[in-house]
């Protein structure tokens, strides 16, 4: 539809508008021609491709300006501006479905003065004191695929995505498989027939985390980031492999509501907070602490000001807060424009995505000689840092995005996650980029001899099989001082490579051998702090088995693998004569580890490291603490299955876990018949009613659950 030159010229305009904004010499009309002809563009990236070439908060701005013009010169209006309509075509894969009413857009804002702009220009509308204070409901803008469901007698009849706004696509065979939406609800019970309710469909950023993590070990291509994982997953023909998404579905309004008669029931809702809490009742998912009726437009602003700097620590991703007027008879009298309810607006966060340029690749060596190819950018701020270098985690992340040197790449930063490259942006090469070249020798090494990496069947790295080089020592002593491993206080990745740079440290046995008179002349040391690196440094000599095994960066054996194998042996030497089957007669040791073991401790360079840590004061033997324990009959769980479920107020659901199986439960992923506590935490659902309805499971909450414990 578009070319090659036509796309980069969009692209650059956009660019200039943003950065310049309506310039005041030039022809008015010429720009918003210009303006119009760019969202149209960047609507169809991103409604038809599915694929947009500029942040949402980019468009956003664009939009805006349009609007602004259009505003000024109402009379240069076209009705093909995409102020003037709601729809967009739509590709074929699914079948088209009309919405019951049209699905309209949010206007933006982005700051307190434009909120309270929008409460000002209410009042305007309505004629009212511009004293007055008008209530409103605030909640999270989610941001994931939307989504309109039709419940016909109590019963789920058809789901469609939002679509243009006018037609959606029918994916009611994906949304039966998404837990959170309920195949029957009770709208009888409110003289409802015929209902819609609105809603967005996202994945847990934890839960997307552990997905990605998953295909990294399965070496499949990751996914960009859990909007597009959302939305994408709705429209996967194969209703399986959708429910392996854990999508879930948010609920935030109810958008037609009719008897038999198809006379409207909406109006039966005094304020929308009214109409959240009848679906809630009903089984919906709807936002729950994080909404809050706010009485004036002040508190709305505290906030949704509140919320922006929160936003991380919200389980799901969100993008903004949408303000609503709470009364409904008040959106009513407001109404809606083409494109959006006069009544409600999005209050959008700083943006999390930007382009910029791909300059080069580096190679970095890690602690089992994995490499990783880290690309140069060219400096571009993005919420509220400067990013001028991130992982390309393995060569197939590389190749499934076609990645070239001199490319113009989009950005995310998401919160904890850390920032990645989204994809190229092909339309926008020159023809001067160049392929990435993913190195066959060891980029680090820099002996005569090259060292020729490998890439074992199964897995997403590329490995230095024997590295002799330093980079990967250093990697290994780095994780050997870590928390999860020896745990050395005060002797952190910085100081590691600061002693390593000095020539003290080479190898996991130097960290034994230091020279704490030299450490405490060094610059920001002193007596005191090389005294206090000793203690730790002893203290670590003293670790039970299980961390000093962790420690040894043997691919693939964790915590959990290490604690297995500690409580078979006397001493840690006692491996040299293990054979790979005597590791797998250990439960839960499968061949990959078991090989990687064997390999380990035949290596005539690694028992010798051992031994000489022996010499050198570090436990090699078995500790109590590696012995494995007879359950405790008198542990106030002994024996039980425990789930937690909703949200835990006074610790992470993580500790809530550990404290059930130091109390000696086992924890359980579903209710089940096997299931015999359930704990409750706030705005628990479908978990908690099936629990009920087993009538078997005891059910407590969080607070009875840590009287029990403690
Ligand atoms: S209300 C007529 N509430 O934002 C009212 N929308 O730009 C229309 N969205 O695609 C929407 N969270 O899917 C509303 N709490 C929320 C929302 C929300 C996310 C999405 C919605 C739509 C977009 C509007």
Known sequence: MYTQDEQRALFERSKQFLQTGIEAGKSQQHQLDDLRQLIIYHEYRYYILNDPVVSDFEYDQLYKLLERLEEEHP?????????????????????SVPHLTPMLSLANSYNADDLFEFDAQIKRFINADPDMDIAYVVEPKFDGGSIALVYENDKLTRAATRGNGVMGEDITANARVIRSIPLQ?????????RVEVRGEVLIRKDNFKKMNEQRLAEGLPLFANPRNTAAG????????????????????????AVNEAGEDRLGRFETHAESLDMLGALGFKVPGPERKVCPNIREVVDFCLHWQGKREEYPYEIDGMVVKVNDRQLQERTGFTSHHPRWAIAFKFQAKQATTKLLNVEYQVGKIGSITPVAKLEPVPLAGVTISSVSLHNEDFITSRDLRLGDTVLVERAGDVIPYIVKALPELRQGDEKPIVFPKYCPVNDTATPVELVREPGEAAWRCPDCVCGAQDLERMIFHVSKDAMDIEGLGESIIRRF????????????????YDRIAQLEGFGEKSARNLRESVDKARQNPLHRLLHSLSIHHVGKKVSKLIAAEINHLLDLRNWTVDDYLHIKDIGPVVAENLSAFFHNARNVEMLETLETLGVNLR????????????????????????????????????????????KNLSAVSSKLDILVVGEDAGSKLKKARELGTVQILTEQEFLELVS
Do not use: C
């Open 75 to 95: 009379d240069w209006v076209t009705p093909d501006s995409p102020t003037q309509r709601v729809s967009a075509d739509l590709t074929e894969d699914f079948q």
């Open 185 to 193: 609800a009770a709208f009888s019970r409110q003289g409802i027939y």
């Open 233 to 256: 997953g709705l429209r996967i023909k194969d209703p399986k492999e959708v429910s392996r998404r854990g999508l879930e579905a948010f609920i935030y309004t109810l958008g037609y």
């Open 500 to 515: 390593y740079e000095l020539g003290w440290l080479r190898n996991i046995a130097d960290v034994y051998r230091l020279d």
């Open 622 to 665: 078995q500790t109590d603490e590696d012995r494995p324990k007879a359950a405790d009959a008198s542990a106030p769980l002994h024996g039980k299955t425990i789930l937690f479920t909703g949200s835990l107020q006074k610790m992470s659901r993580k500790e809530a876990q550990e404290k059930a199986e130091a109390a000696g439960a």
